[in-house]
């Protein structure tokens, strides 16, 4: 059977040896004579799989203990709630860095549980860049700052880690998580839907510091408290049991490539040749600013949206799929996550040179 390369921002190419070890396993995991999607979540089989996910996660992104790591539902948008819910409960203020779609979901979610603001905006050029904020721009006495660290639409990342001092920054990682070393101290919370990087859809992962729990405001839903998910190690409730089991073998396919060292190599080595080409010709046109270039998300447009259509339809009859860009943006995107194959980059830069040369513009 043939696999096509899947550019997909989300739900996205997951790595084909982890696929096919989970196909291996599907009817009767490592002789137990069942489907890990069949196990009581509190057996002692799966109980192994969970402390194994959380144990691996740490040692891949190097987690520091103070830090709690909880394996959740409800997709990184229910973390727009769970974020304020959680956390505005000192002053009852929030700063938001606003780059993008998601953040300002994140943003407007927030505004009604307290005194929210957007402390800065990249919306005055349709988010093509990231805003530069430095530390005295946050209010001295607020409860966190939120960043979405990568913009998934727009193809867009935060060159730097913004300094907010003591204030927690919490950071939305959904499409950059695992792509690349991080320093998870600089950050008070950071959570991620598991969509792009690292499992199929269902599960949201929440790095917190354990000094920022138990500061839930009253009327927050017991489901969205990380101190009870913390405190009964994501098992208040069932947990996304086999999306935990997927992404366990995704962070053990990273281990054994080299870590995330490596993984940032092979990602930059991508995302070289996809700019590379983008910046040597001007018949595409990458519209964000060089300096906040998406590693795991490139956007392009032809300037002309019946050559876009047409692009992403000859695409996908090759076996590029999924290269059309967000309804709210138009032009191409290409999601190029971890899973992404250096030769599915090689194949789309082939195809458009290709494409250039047999649809000259008028
Ligand atoms: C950066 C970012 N944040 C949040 C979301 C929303 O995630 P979910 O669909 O898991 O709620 C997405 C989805 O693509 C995303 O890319």
Known sequence: MKRIYNFSAGPSMLPEAVLQKAADELLNYQGYG??????????????????????????????????????????????????????????????????????????????????????ASS??????????????????????VHICL????????????PDTGDIPL??????????????VRKFGLIYAGAQKNMAPAGLTVVIVREDLLGKARKETPTML???????????YNTPPCYCIYI??????????????????????????????????????????RKDCRSMMNVTFVTGDAELDKQFASEASAQG???????RSVGGMRASI???????????LVAFMKTFAENNPKK
């Open 150 to 161: 990568n913009n998934t639409i727009y193809g867009t990342k935060y060159p730097y880690i």
């Open 34 to 119: 069942l489907s890990v999607m069949e196990m009581s979540h509190r057996s002692p089989v799966y109980e192994r799989i969970i402390t194994d996910a959380e144990r691996l996660l740490r040692e891949v992104m190097q987690i520091p203990d103070n830090y709690k790591v909880l394996f959740l539902q409800g997709g990184a948008s229910t973390q727009f709630s769970a974020v304020p819910l959680n956390l505005l409960s000192g002053s009852g203020k929030a700063d938001y860095i606003l780059s993008g779609q998601f953040s300002t979901k994140a943003y407007q979610e927030a505004q009604k549980y307290g005194d929210v603001v957007a402390v």
């Open 170 to 183: 919490v950071a939305d990682l959904s499409s950059c998580i695992l792509s690349e070393p991080i320093d």
């Open 337 to 347: 996550y971890n899973a992404m194959p250096y030769a599915g980059v090689e194949k």
């Open 247 to 288: 992404a366990k073998m995704v962070y053990e396919w990273i281990l054994e490539l080299g870590g995330l060292e490596v993984m940032r190599d092979r990602n930059v080595k991508k995302a070289e040749l996809l700019y590379g080409y983008l910046d040597s010709q001007d018949y595409y046109v990458a519209p964000v």
């Open 123 to 144: 919306k005055d050029e349709n988010f093509s860049y990231v805003p530069q904020v430095e530390r005295d721009a946050f209010r001295k006495d607020a409860d966190y």
């Open 320 to 326: 590029l799929q999924n290269l059309k860009g967000h």
């Open 225 to 235: 408290d990380y101190k009870v998910m913390a405190e009964n190690g994501s098992m």
